[in-house]
Nanobody, 122 residues
Framework: QVQLVESGGGLVQAGGSLRLSCAAS????????MGWYRQAPGKQRDLVAT???????EYTDSVKGRFTISRDNGKNTVYLQMNTLKPEDTAAYYC????????????????WGQGTQVTVSS
């Protein structure tokens, strides 16, 4: 089994910053792509940013230039540095990781964290 544990959410004023962390642990052979998604009340869960094991990144347009995704492969941890936060960034943020397993053969499984709330006041 694999666990993704997130931390770093909270309440911040518009223009402020927060840093989210997500650590993967458990039965892990390899950690491939990792990413952050967010879900506001009554809305679908949307992609925020992703990062490959090699460090290639992608961002949704609304966060480009404000958010930075990074990872520490030695710690199986992904980070999301969020600057210049806006009220529309308010949502529950979820970590996702594509974990490789070995059990006679190699296969991938996607996992989700429990979510961490980010609230930006105006």
């Amino acid at each position: 089994q694999v666990q993704l544990v997130e931390s770093g959410g909270g309440l911040v004023q518009a223009g402020g910053s927060l840093r989210l962390s997500c650590a993967a642990s458990g039965n892990i052979f390899s950690v491939n792509a990792m990413g952050w998604y967010r879900q506001a009340p009554g809305k679908q869960r949307d992609l925020v940013a992703t990062i490959t094991s090699g460090g290639s990144t992608e961002y949704t347009d609304s966060v480009k230039g404000r958010f930075t995704i990074s990872r520490d492969n030695g710690k199986n941890t992904v980070y999301l540095q969020m600057n210049t936060l806006k009220p529309e960034d308010t949502a529950a943020y979820y970590c996702n990781a594509q974990i490789g397993h070995w059990s006679g053969s190699y296969y991938y499984t996607g996992y989700w964290g429990q979510g961490t709330q980010v609230t930006v006041s105006s």
